[in-house]
């Protein structure tokens, strides 16, 4: 069955610190891979996706994501943390189609100042 | 870029009553919808897809006669709780893309059902 997995179900980090994120999928084939945030009571806003070509990703807000086939992992990096990110943070694929999803868990990101 | 919005953005409603939620593509035309649901502190759930003009794929467990989704135009797509009840608060989010292979979906803001 395909599945999503975040381990991590609330991180802390300081500002200015740096992050990561981890995702890993099961799928049959290499499914799309996404990465989206969403603040309290607010709907999801995308941050990145991968599709194919380059395995690094760049995204908005100065993240970014390298997808490794070999642990099939979608991690999620910014090298410095802002307390405006603090949210939930979630990993999704779609596999055969880009716009079915199949969502993590989600990640909660608390930043202390 | 594409956007999606959703109405309302909130709702409350009393138990046995319906509640319809809109999800409209402002600039683009939906050929795919899908509806998903959000429990507190949990992920999304998808409940089902709807292509435009025809009937919507529910995911196992979801009640088709409950949940009810009509697709009736390339920019909207609407979800209908019926008959609510207090387990049926939650958060409920619509997405859309341009066909089903290879496109990206886009998401609405959300809405937050609570039935009292």
């Known amino acids: 069955a395909q599945s999503v997995t975040q381990p991590d179900i609330h991180i802390t980090v300081s500002e200015g610190a740096s992050l990561e994120l981890r995702c890993n999928y099961s799928?049959?084939?290499?499914?799309?891979l996404f990465w989206y945030v969403q603040s309290p009571g607010q709907g999801l806003q995308l941050l990145l996706k991968?599709?194919?070509?380059?395995?690094l990703v760049q995204g908005i807000k100065g993240f970014e994501a390298e997808f490794k086939r070999s642990q099939s992992s979608f991690n999620l990096r910014k090298p410095s943390v802002h307390w405006s990110d603090a949210a939930e943070y979630f990993c999704?694929?779609?596999?055969?189609?880009?716009?079915?999803?199949?969502f993590g868990t989600g990640t909660r990101l608390q930043v202390t100042l | 870029g594409a956007v999606v919005s959703q109405h309302p953005s909130r709702v409350i409603c009393k138990s046995g009553t319906s509640v319809k939620i809109e999800c409209r593509s402002l600039d683009f035309q939906a050929t795919t919808m899908f509806w998903y649901r959000q429990f507190p502190k949990q992920s999304l759930m998808l409940m089902a897809t709807?292509?435009?003009?025809?009937?919507?794929?529910?995911e196992q467990g979801v009640e088709k006669d409950k949940f009810l989704i009509n697709h009736a135009s390339l920019t909207l797509s609407t979800l209908t709780v019926t008959s609510a009840h207090p387990e049926d608060s939650s958060f409920y989010i619509c997405?859309?893309?341009?066909?089903?292979?290879?496109?990206?979906?886009?998401f609405g803001q959300g809405t937050r059902l609570t039935v009292v």
């Open positions: 799928y049959g084939a290499t499914p799309y």
């Open positions: 709807s292509n435009e003009g025809s009937k919507a794929t529910y």
């Open positions: 997405s859309a893309s341009v066909g089903t292979l290879n496109t990206e979906a886009f």
């Open positions: 999704a694929a779609g596999g055969g189609t880009a716009s079915k999803l199949t």
């Open positions: 991968y599709f194919s070509g380059d395995t």
